[in-house]
């Protein structure tokens, strides 16, 4: 059995959103955006390298819409 | 305002008929007509925990799941609020949003004494100590059914918990059971946002257990009867009967009571089909279209998955050939558009556009683009709700384009059929009602 290790997804609470667009310019990697102006966020962990750009799309959030949920996921 | 009271289909005495069998053998839905039938409820003297787990055990080995929609596992529902140390609320749901169905009138109307016998043996198992019995406010016959069976209890000495009927704003979401949860709690009955799938739910950290009533009338009658006697009929893994509203080119539209397994075509034919059908409704408004060439098809959750198809609200709504799939799609679309609870951006501006591009098609007004731009946001919607109203009309939707893809071409291509002039065959509540913003 393989050690567990754990990843990060972010994820939106679409009440609160109210489609700013802040987490879509700084996370285009992670975040699109609908034909609204509401964030689609791609599916699957964060990318290591995208975490701190993660956590400054939520922490700059006007609605405080995003979050980052941790989710098991079994190591390498 | 639809306040018809519904009929149970009079001249479908099924086979198997269980939860309305006070109703059709008595012709009554007083308390002599249900005592007749059923005889007093098997409730404990005082609090009895050996009694409550039995109960529980039982509904758990009679295979019930709810009749609500979801089709979750109730004895796996009624565990997860025993374990706490308040004393939950138990809360009735019989709102029934769903403009196609009438089974929770047909039970309130025909056997209330059922369902409230569930409720009360549902309470006592769970240690709730009162019981707020869901009503929607547009639905005033229902809720003085209920007042007129709780004063026949109260007379008899047959009622032990304090139980209030409750009167939420009826829209279609409101039964949504956090939206029903959210107004209890003295707020708007809007869905709430759980981040965590099935978090519980509470008012002010009182565990709330949600049920609908015809889950509650299936327990009332395992308690009389034990697991064995609930299994005896319906699939060994989806057990029981169901109740189902039939509507369409039928001579007997209304709520019949069919073993889980029938043949969707042989519920068709015992509600008697008048005219050839073209399709047949699933579930309800966020259900599935099904071709009639699949008509034949059992109705229990794992044939009916295999169709792309869920029990859902129990709504079989046939639309016979001579009626246009994609204008009915278009209405119901435009009516589950308005039905938003304005929370969600994707549900509030994706639903609205997803219903025009359908009635752009249906009257065929639309551009050479409108079924690839339906298509695709149809696509951006799915999943991005709160609750999964969107996701229903996706489904319905997506079903739409399948069963009626030939009908879509057509319309594309510029050539309408008159089916949208048609009086509507699937029943949408004026708009007047929908158009107001009442959520409290």
């Known amino acids: 059995m393989p050690i567990a290790s754990f990843s990060y997804r972010l994820r939106v609470n679409p009440i609160a959103c109210d489609a700013f667009g802040y987490c879509a310019e700084l996370i285009p990697e992670i975040v699109l955006r609908d034909e609204w102006g509401y964030p689609i966020l791609r599916e699957g962990p964060i990318p290591p390298r995208l975490f701190e750009l993660a956590q400054r799309a939520v922490r700059e959030c006007p609605r405080r819409a995003l979050f980052i949920e941790r989710i098991a996921s079994t190591g390498p | ?440």
Not at chain 2, 23 to 34: A, N, Y
Not at chain 2, 160 to 188: F, I, K
Request: glycine share 12%.
């Open chain 2, 1 to 440: 305002m639809t306040t018809t009271e519904p009929q149970v289909a009079a001249s479908l005495r099924p086979r198997a008929s269980r939860v309305l069998a006070a109703w059709h053998e008595t012709g009554r839905s007083d308390i002599d007509g249900h005592l007749a039938t059923h005889g007093s409820m098997p409730l404990p003297r005082r609090r009895d925990g050996a009694w409550a787990d039995r109960l529980v055990e039982d509904v758990g080995a009679a295979g019930l799941t709810g009749r609500g929609g979801a089709g979750f596992p109730t004895a796996r529902k009624l565990q997860s609020v025993r374990s706490g140390h308040r004393h939950p609320l138990l809360a009735v749901n019989a709102m029934e949003g769903e403009p196609a169905s009438h089974k929770d009138r047909a039970l309130l109307s025909g056997v209330p004494h059922l369902v409230l016998d569930g409720a009360e043996l549902v309470a006592t198992a769970i240690g709730a100590r009162e019981i707020a019995v869901c009503v929607a406010d547009d639905r005033n016959d229902s809720a003085k059914c209920v007042r007129t069976a709780l004063s026949e209890r109260a007379r008899a000495g047959l009622s032990r918990l304090p139980t209030r009927v409750m009167r939420p704003p009826g829209r279609y979401v409101t039964g949504e059971e956090s939206a029903l949860v959210a107004w209890l709690a003295g707020g708007a009955a809007h869905p709430q946002f759980r981040a965590t799938k099935g978090t519980p739910l509470t008012i002010r950290r009182q565990p709330v257990l949600v049920q609908s009533a015809e889950t509650l009338a299936h327990i009332a009658l395992i308690a009389r009867h034990g697991p064995e006697w609930f299994r005896s009929v319906g699939p060994p893994d989806a057990p029981g009967t169901c109740l189902v509203t039939v509507s369409g080119p039928v001579a007997n539209p209304g709520v019949c009571e069919v073993e889980l397994g029938t043949p969707m075509a042989t519920i068709l034919e015992r509600a008697g089909i008048t005219a050839p059908v073209s399709a047949l409704l699933v579930g309800g408004y966020g259900g599935t279209w099904l071709r009639s060439g699949l008509l034949h098809t059992p109705y229990a959750p794992g044939p009916l998955k295999t169709v792309a198809c869920a029990v859902g609200a129990g709504v079989l709504a046939a639309i016979p050939t001579s009626s246009c799939g994609v204008s009915e799609t278009a209405r119901v679309a435009t009516y589950m558009a308005n039905e938003s609870a304005g929370q969600c951006g994707p549900c509030v501006f994706g639903l609205h556009a997803v219903a025009q591009d359908l009635v752009q098609l249906a009257r065929g007004e639309n551009d050479s683009q409108a079924l690839n731009r339906l298509t695709l946001r149809l696509g951006t919607v799915e999943g991005r709700g709160a609750c999964g109203h969107p996701d229903g009309v996706v489904r319905l939707v997506r079903s739409a384009l399948s069963v009626f893809a030939g009908d879509f071409a057509d319309h594309a291509r510029h050539r309408p059929c008159t089916g949208w002039n048609h009086r509507p065959i699937l029943p949408v509540p004026p708009s007047a009602a929908t158009a107001v913003g009442r959520w409290r």
